[in-house]
């Protein structure tokens, strides 16, 4: 073999093996869940609702279905749980993951995990000697109807009664509607008839009363809380719109809002697009805060709304959505903010209108 043909003979291997490794890289990448991955022709089922979304530490996305069970892609492709698969129930109220990667679901009718290959239903302890503890580890979840919270440990699901219980006027109750961490080693627990703030130590407990919410018929309903990277916390009602707590100070925000937008004009903003149940900012079962310090609000029958600090601004997830309401609001590993739709469908923030991901 003379000269030229070894240096042409050489060339082509290099060119092979080039290729080869180029095609190896390219397939890791298009595997790597994410939203920056290519998304199957296969895209969520769910048309009940999404009422849960989580990211676990591996990339993967969870959905949980207000009656369908929950969901899982990968990347590529969709896969989904069930009773028939071992779920307690097909109502996914929220999802988390432990230290060890498994996979924790809060339904309807208890608590179900999953690590990989089995799906495990939990009995809870309910003896009545536990006593509030806290640690970094715990996972919280509903208790059904129970005036309480079922803790997870790292051990042993407790059942934990909320101290005090009173007779709530208006028929609400202290039955868990949602959970978020704060500062200060605090974890808000929102119930209907009011919030409860644990910090390992001390209990601090927000209602009608310390909210100065005095009128039976604009008492708390509350869906959802928040504290922001400023410590204030927002508490979402289903009636009486967004309470917020800075500091000491109580702003009913919603009715805040009504001075610088005209209530006539925020009902006449939702009833051209056909979403006339309330006049703005009243029914908020979903709050969250992106990477820029903005407030998101989930409203019932009014769509998305973003406060920036000074100014509201409202948006329409979809018009091709049979209903408006958002049931969740996520950030994901990657500040994609997220929205878990009530007719199905789970949407993305652009910057300027929404995408549907999922």
Known sequence: MNKNLKLIYFLLILIINFSCIENRSAEKETGM???AATLSADT???????RAILQDSKGNYWFGSQNEGAGFYNGKTFKYFTTKEGLADNQIRSIQEDREGVIWFDTQNGVSSYDGKTIKNHTVNENAENEWKKTDFDLWFSAGTKQGVNKYDGQKLNYLAFPDPVTVPGGNTYAVTSFSKGKHNMQWIGT???VFGYNGSNMTILNNKTLGINNEQDGLHIRSTLEDSKGRLWIGNNGIGVLLKNGDAIIHFSKELGKSI???ELE???QSRGFNKNKGLQAVFAIEEDSDG????GDR???AWKYDGKTMTNYTISHKLSQPMIWTIYKDNNNNLLFGMAGGGVYQFNGNSFDRQF
């Open 262 to 264: 005209p209530i006539n």
């Open 44 to 50: 969520l089922k769910f048309t009940s609702g999404i």
């Open 301 to 303: 029958d009014s769509g």
């Open 33 to 35: 869940p994410g939203l």
């Open 294 to 297: 903005n407030i998101w609000f």
């Open 192 to 194: 209907y008839a009011g």
């Open 268 to 270: 006449a903003n939702t």
